[in-house]
């Protein structure tokens, strides 16, 4: 055998080795390609919240007047409050004096916080016990049916 | 010779006074003369009064020192027409109530102002002290309102505006020389001032925060009986009170002539609270009464560890969740639910008030299973991440090889026509 053959010999082999490397790498590539795409494609568990604006699950109408419910705001809990009028009202959750969350009293139309008894009107200022400053108050705005809660300013 | 000269210039101002001056109805005259003396300590309380909110409401001098206002001179100062001059302790206390106590007339003013200061005045030790032993030291109404400059309470300038109220009570108490004839410590205002209250007041300009008066009463000041102090802290921390009032302290305490609340959390120098206080360590407060073998000893113990058990676990959920969103995984909504461990913590550290294991596992036990979940779903959202970056280093490296690949086919390609 000469060394031309041999090194024909060789460049085959090297040939079909890179030809099934790149081959196999084309996949692999593909799938690396794809598998993401697909994960970013199907829908997570639980939906991502923007941080200044939420959509609310709750039709306005099926919220009663004189009531409230917690609801998830990026990650922080907010309250939404039908006062006896009709109107759709939205605070922070968030009790400002240790943090607990605090919940809607029908029995006497004010946000109160069971931990230290903290009570708030339904402007959010904060009216007896230990509580020292207002509620974050959050704009409601009824779109299509849909209830939206934005973050002011 | 000082009072020869002062007679003189009283006399020059009285036949010299000009007409009319600021804050006092236009019939007085007493402003006028006394701005024209010259001699601080007649025109200072005339300079002063002009911001004072009774010459707003258009009360004159004569309505406190009484006397005849419309006449210029010495002769206003009759005492036949009723002058008295500087009041005396006592006066003060009647001349203020001739308005103040009457509903009628206040109502012209401030129809919501109280009328009974007079008579919760006379419920106070300094009341009592003036009525009964003629004592002239005590404190008066213009002890607290400074007379002259008397504003409203709710102006942050009056003296008794709430976060002026502890040095206007401190001019008197904590003064040593002072208060010796009453044997009374005089250390509250500098212990008050290291209280959490104060600087919540200070610090966060919380308003509503408590300070003297609020615990012992404005002008039917005095201290809170043994068996009321519970009721007076309860005034705002009324779930901690409800619960002490149910449990076994509060008729162990009473039986032991000791005040609630006070005697683990002080009086004038409430420090911020800890879950250490329940600790039969240094910074524990049971160990005061308790032994360390006896139950009540072991109650607080097993307390601070189920307090513990449910901070150690929010503070881990926390951890594993916050890293989790700063590595750019979706967890707001077991961060959200994470909010109710918190909650249940809160609620715990005002459990432990009941001194009930049972009460205080109510709080808890929901917490935990909150933490546990949360706990979870940090791991499970730690472990995708890493399933991610582990993806992301096999692309990396399969992209790599391509290129490297996709080189030599080129190589491989141009080599050919020869």
């Known amino acids: 055998m000469t060394n031309e053959e041999t090194s024909i010999a060789v460049d085959n082999g090297r040939r079909k080795f890179l030809n099934w490397f790149l081959g196999t790498s084309a996949g692999a590539f593909l799938v690396s390609v794809t598998y993401p795409l697909s994960r970013y494609l199907i829908p997570p568990e639980v939906a991502e919240s923007t941080a200044g604006t939420v959509t609310l699950s709750i039709k306005p109408n099926d919220v009663k007047a004189n009531s409230g419910q917690i609801f998830r705001f990026g990650s922080q809990p907010a309250i939404l409050v039908k006062d006896a009028n009709g109107e759709l009202k939205a605070f922070s959750a968030v009790c400002t004096h240790l943090g607990c969350i605090v919940q809607y009293r029908s029995d006497i139309s004010q946000i109160w916080c069971a931990c230290h008894n903290g009570h708030f009107d339904l402007n959010g200022r904060n009216v007896e016990g230990p509580p020292p400053k207002p509620l974050e108050q959050y704009v409601v705005n009824v779109r299509a049916d849909q209830i939206v809660v934005n973050k002011r300013g | ?418």
Request: glycine share 8%.
């Open chain 2, 1 to 418: 010779m000082p009072r020869l000269i002062f007679g003189l210039l009283l006399i020059l101002g009285f036949w010299t006074y000009p007409r009319g001056a600021d804050g006092q109805p236009q019939s007085e005259t007493c402003a006028a003369c006394h701005l024209a003396m010259g001699v601080e300590k007649l025109t200072k309380p005339a300079e002063l009064y002009k911001a004072d909110i009774h010459a707003a409401k258009g009360f004159g001098c004569v309505a406190c020192h009484g006397g005849d206002g419309t006449i210029g001179g010495m002769e206003a100062m009759d005492r036949k027409k009723g002058y008295i001059g500087k009041p005396t302790p006592a006066q003060v206390v009647e001349v203020c109530g001739r308005c103040h106590s009457d509903a009628n007339f206040m109502r012209q003013y401030n129809p919501s102002l109280r009328v009974d200061q007079v008579a919760e005045y006379y419920t106070s030790v300094h009341g009592r002290r003036l009525r009964e032993q003629k004592d002239e030291k005590v404190a008066t109404c213009a002890s607290c309102h400074k007379p002259h400059s008397i504003r409203p309470a709710n102006d942050a300038r009056s003296t008794v505006y709430p976060t002026r109220v502890a040095d206007t009570c401190g001019a008197c108490h904590a003064n040593k020389e002072y208060m010796a004839p009453y044997k009374i410590p005089t250390d509250q205002l500098e212990k008050y001032k290291k209280s959490v209250h104060w600087q919540m007041m200070t610090t966060k300009g919380d308003l509503s925060a408590p300070t003297c008066n609020d615990c012992h009463g404005n002008h039917g000041a005095a201290p809170p009986g043994v068996s009321s102090v519970v009721n007076v802290c309860g005034q705002c921390h009324v779930v901690n009170a409800e619960l002490f009032n149910k449990s076994v302290h509060s008729k162990i305490f009473v039986q032991m002539g000791i005040p609630g609340c006070a005697t683990c959390h002080s009086n004038h120098e409430i420090r911020e609270t800890s879950d250490a206080m329940l600790s039969m360590g240094d910074k524990g407060v049971c160990a005061t009464c308790h032994t360390p073998t006896s139950t009540g000893a072991t109650l607080a113990v097993s307390m601070l560890a189920s307090i513990d058990r449910l901070k150690s676990g929010y503070e881990k959920a926390y951890m594993l969740l916050n890293n989790a969103e700063h590595s750019g995984m979706e967890v707001s909504q077991p961060l959200f639910e994470l909010n109710e461990a918190k909650t249940a913590l809160i609620k715990a550290r005002a459990a432990i008030h009941g001194f009930d294991k049972s009460i205080l596992d109510k709080e808890v036990e929901p917490g935990l299973k909150v933490v546990e979940k949360s706990q979870a779903r940090g791991v499970k959202a730690l472990e995708e991440l890493q399933f991610r970056r582990k993806g992301l280093a096999v692309s990396a490296v399969i992209i790599f090889a391509l290129v490297v690949g996709l080189i030599f086919k080129i190589r491989q390609m141009e080599r050919k026509p020869k």
